[in-house]
């Protein structure tokens, strides 16, 4: 049996700009004009969906 | 100073007051350390977060003195001090709020601590947020360190007991294990085992946004609900390929829809399934994957913090190159199945559907 390694933290490289996750049709971040509503509540870098900017939970506020 | 009713991930609104009358079951799903104590200091409870970010198994950490065996790094005035001195005055409530750092041998962990005594019980709990991770403090006396899981069960690996590099138990299992698994479910619930295959699914997935918690805040110090999509995507999908259950991609083509499409290749799921079947009597059977379709959905719920549905609308168990899922409000769940069992199969047919389904309004 292997004896369990502690190394030391991080566990994990930060992960790369793009890592195994591809990231597909990325048309919406280059055409998306979100609305007022969202304009407003959440931190917006120009009239872009990009998943390389915009956080998870913002991203995710999208799903209805 | 943090405010532990409004945890920073999430928002799942939680009363720190009520903390003794939720399950461990529940505990476990929350994203911040909770450990529970009697008056004299011994462990009663130990939730998951905690046991990720301390790198112990709860099963070693239930019954011993919280200050003496487990977290030596919290003697003195500055934490045990304050515990002592709440539980001889009779605190009720929250009593104490702090800064503090955490020292294990593995490293060192900036954090927040709340104290809490619900009423009318003898009872306490520790609430613990990280704010930072980082290497071991140099300068700190070995004696002085937190407890490491080797420590607790030093022979435990000739016991049949395997851990992973952050002392997680783990279990190896063979493809055939999955093909049991679902062997089982038709034989004994034809029609009903994606039900249970999918609350299966969300329970653990529950359990992995704890571990992606963990993860995101080593890596990038920041929550899962603040780094970016393209971030969150790669832990999920590196996570789930670590542990052999396939490679996740990320569609964001129909986020302007409201719709989240999620591809799987080489799903183990699918792969372990009968082929290309559609049961008479169980319209769904040629959708694998439940149990995955569940764990996607509440690890994007535990980001969003709502609930979420994510099903799977085309699995390679059937022939497809890939399995694909969608992830939706809650409220559309229902059009989703109604449609999957009518035979509605893929994503652009359920985009269309969706189109014209209810939804509801994005809650932020």
């Given at each position: ?13 930060p992960p790369p ?7 597909r049709?990325?048309?919406?971040k ?7 509503q969202?304009?407003a ?6 009239p872009?969906l990009d998943p390389d ?5 913002a991203m995710l506020a999208?799903?209805r | ?5 409004q945890p920073?991930v999430?928002r799942v609104?939680?009363d ?9 079951q ?12 009697d ?8 939730n ?7 790198r112990l198994d709860?099963?070693?950490?239930l ?5 003496k065996e487990v ?5 003195g005035?500055?934490?045990e ?11 009720s409530?929250s ?5 503090f750092?955490?020292?294990?041998k593995?490293?060192?962990q900036?954090v927040?601590?709340e104290?809490v ?5 003898p009872?306490?709990y520790?609430l ?14 070995p004696a002085?360190?937190?407890?490491a899981q080797?420590?607790l ?8 007991v395997?851990?992973?590099p952050i002392e997680r138990?783990?279990?190896?299992v063979?493809w055939?294990?999955f093909?049991?698994l679902?062997a089982?479910?038709?034989?004994l619930a034809?029609g ?9 699914g969300v329970?653990f997935?529950?359990?992995?946004a704890i571990d992606l918690?963990?993860?995101a ?5 920041r929550s899962l609900?603040?780094?970016p999509?393209?971030?969150f ?5 590196r996570?789930?390929?670590q542990q052999?259950m396939?490679?996740a ?9 409201g719709?989240?499409v999620?591809e799987?290749?080489r ?9 290309g079947?559609r049961?008479e009597h169980d ?6 994957c439940?149990?995955?379709a ?14 979420l549905a994510a099903?799977?609308v085309a699995?390679?168990s059937?022939g497809e190159p ?8 809650h ?5 989703i199945d ?6 509605t199969?893929g994503?652009?047919?359920i985009?269309?559907l969706l ?5 509801e309004p994005?809650d932020?």
């Amino acid at each position: 049996m292997t004896e369990p390694t502690q190394p030391n933290i991080p566990v994990l490289p930060p992960p790369p700009a793009v890592g195994l996750a591809v990231i597909r049709n990325l048309e919406a971040k280059l055409a998306a004009a979100p609305s007022a509503q969202l304009l407003a509540k959440v931190p917006w870098d120009g009239p872009r969906l990009d998943p390389d900017i915009l956080g998870t939970r913002a991203m995710l506020a999208w799903l209805r | 100073m943090l405010e532990f009713t409004q945890p920073p991930v999430g928002r799942v609104t939680f009363d720190v007051l009520q903390i003794d009358d939720r399950t461990d079951q529940e505990l476990d799903t929350l994203p911040f350390g909770v450990i529970g104590l009697d008056e004299e200091g011994t462990i009663l409870r130990y939730n998951l977060y905690e046991a990720q970010f301390a790198r112990l198994d709860r099963n070693q950490v239930l019954g011993r003195d919280f200050f003496k065996e487990v977290a030596r790094c919290t003697r003195g005035e500055a934490f045990e001090g304050q515990f002592r001195r709440g539980v001889a005055a009779g605190a009720s409530g929250s009593f104490a709020r702090f800064s503090f750092v955490f020292d294990f041998k593995f490293g060192a962990q900036e954090v927040q601590v709340e104290m809490v005594r619900p009423a009318g019980v003898p009872r306490y709990y520790l609430l613990i947020n990280r704010t930072r991770v980082g290497p071991a403090r140099p300068d700190r006396p070995p004696a002085t360190l937190a407890v490491a899981q080797r420590e607790l069960a030093p022979d435990e690996g000739t016991k049949g007991v395997r851990r992973d590099p952050i002392e997680r138990r783990v279990v190896e299992v063979p493809w055939a294990f999955f093909a049991a698994l679902r062997a089982t479910c038709d034989q004994l619930a034809p029609g009903t085992w994606q039900m249970f295959c999918a609350e299966w699914g969300v329970q653990f997935g529950r359990r992995l946004a704890i571990d992606l918690e963990n993860l995101a805040i080593e890596t990038s110090g920041r929550s899962l609900g603040e780094i970016p999509m393209t971030e969150f995507a790669t832990l999920v999908s590196r996570r789930l390929a670590q542990q052999g259950m396939g490679r996740a991609s990320f569609d964001f083509a129909a986020i302007r829809e409201g719709v989240l499409v999620i591809e799987v290749a080489r799903s183990v799921l699918a792969e372990a399934a009968p082929r290309g079947r559609r049961g008479e009597h169980d319209p769904l059977s040629d959708l694998a994957c439940p149990l995955l379709a569940g764990t996607l959905g509440a690890v994007a719920g535990h980001v969003a913090g709502r609930r979420l549905a994510a099903r799977e609308v085309a699995c390679a168990s059937a022939g497809e190159p890939v399995c694909r899922f969608v992830v939706t409000s809650h409220a559309r769940r229902t059009a989703i199945d109604e449609a999957l069992a009518r035979g509605t199969r893929g994503v652009e047919a359920i985009r269309e559907l969706l189109r014209s389904a209810p939804s509801e309004p994005r809650d932020d």
